[in-house]
């Protein structure tokens, strides 16, 4: 059974930074895309970044130059560093991971609140 197991949310104030992780376990199969989303309270799941099983990254415009992406693929775990975070960052991020025939699978999430 697949599992995407989140950490390192939680409460910052504005200008600092959190890292988190999500590790991947259960599957016997590749892993292709990983990525990060958010759902701040009363909208829509959004984009945060990816990263492909080659390395290739993909930010939103709203996070560029704040947030990195990376993956350890002898750990299965994609990692989001947030630095400067701002009040606006505040939501829940989501861990999103594809597998080689399985399809895509969704993390518990993990809330992170930007205090100002």
């Known amino acids: 059974q697949v599992q995407l197991v989140e950490s390192g949310g939680g409460l910052v104030q504005s200008g600092g930074s959190l890292r988190l992780s999500c590790a991947a376990s259960?599957?016997?199969?590749?892993?292709?895309?990983m990525g990060w989303y958010r759902q701040a309270s009363g909208n829509q799941r959004e984009l945060v970044a990816t990263i492909t099983s080659g390395g290739s990254t993909n930010y939103a415009d709203s996070v560029k130059g704040r947030f990195a992406i990376s993956r350890d693929n002898a750990k299965n775990t994609v990692y989001l560093q947030m630095n400067y975070l701002k009040p606006e960052d505040t939501a829940a991020y989501y861990c999103?991971?594809?597998?080689?025939?399985?399809?895509?699978?969704w993390g518990q999430g993990t809330q992170v609140v930007v205090s100002s």
């Open positions: 999103n991971v594809r597998f080689a025939h399985l399809g895509t699978y």
């Open positions: 259960g599957s016997i199969f590749p892993i292709y895309d």
